[in-house]
């Protein structure tokens, strides 16, 4: 017993001796430089996988969605027109438009085109436009809901919530145009008066599609046209067969404040 206790005062004593502090220093350098690196890549990755027209597009810190964007020319300008039309006493209500403090902008709109899964939307960070024309618009040509993937073309990248506009007009062929603000009053007003999607579903993912799947068939979402966000703040989305049904739905409800 005698001797395993030297053999531990003498363990106990060489450890003492090491100076441990510059291995200290070294490991937090090696760790901050493992960081740098990290986040480097990823912005690297971030920034190629743009100028490529394939985006990873975050939202609040998330990746939400892998967008491919093809560059090009505007398509559909007629209906470019009509978004605008439409999307204008939306904006002048601040149901689309930009958070000053942040510079982000909020709200989008979209229309069917043709066959089932091409639409026109608004362009990432046009929220702060007052007046918009095609080159603000981008057509999205294919969304995979289940892996994620969006696919548009057009002068602009398609907003990021296109992946949720996709889910709707998945629900119908009847439905012909999507409209989705913010406004911190209509959210809290109309939670849980109109349908209401579950808190715990983050807006822009497979989960909110099928969420919305769920509201459309069971909690009056068909009929009402029109529902609250509850997992996405200040958020509301509606849906009509035509432009004015959908715009027309919100403005219903902004003016019951007045
Ligand atoms: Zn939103």
Not at 225 to 249: P, Q, W, Y
């Amino acid at each position: 017993m005698g001797s395993i206790k030297r053999m531990f005062n003498l363990a106990a004593e060489s450890l003492k001796a090491i100076d441990l502090s510059p291995w200290c220093i070294s490991f937090f350098e090696i760790a901050g430089l493992w960081v740098i690196i990290f986040y480097s890549s990823i912005l690297w990755l971030y920034r190629t996988a743009s100028r490529e027209g394939t985006g990873l597009t975050f939202d609040e810190g998330y990746i939400k969605y892998l967008s491919h964007w093809t560059p090009g020319p505007a398509t559909h300008i007629m209906a470019a027109r009509d978004l605008d039309t439409w999307r204008k006493p939306l904006f002048e209500a601040g149901l689309i438009g930009q958070y000053e403090d942040l510079g982000i902008g909020y709200g989008n709109i979209s229309v069917r085109r043709g066959s089932r899964d091409l639409f026109l939307i608004s362009g990432t960070q046009t929220g702060h436009l007052k007046v918009t024309d095609e080159q603000h618009y981008s057509l999205v040509t294919d969304c995979d809901i289940r892996s994620n993937i969006v696919r548009c073309s057009g002068p602009v990248q398609a907003s990021s919530e296109a992946m949720t506009h996709a889910a709707i007009y998945a629900l119908g062929d009847a439905i012909g145009a999507v409209v989705h603000v913010h406004s911190a009053e209509l959210w809290q007003r109309n939670l849980d008066k109109l349908p209401t999607t579950d808190p715990n579903v983050a807006y822009g993912t497979p989960d909110m599609a099928r969420e919305l799947d769920r509201l459309y068939r069971m909690a009056g979402f068909k009929d009402a046209g029109i529902a609250v966000l509850a997992g996405h703040d200040e958020g509301l989305i509606s849906f009509g067969t035509t432009l004015e049904e959908a715009v027309t739905r919100v403005l219903r409800i902004a003016r019951e404040l007045l």
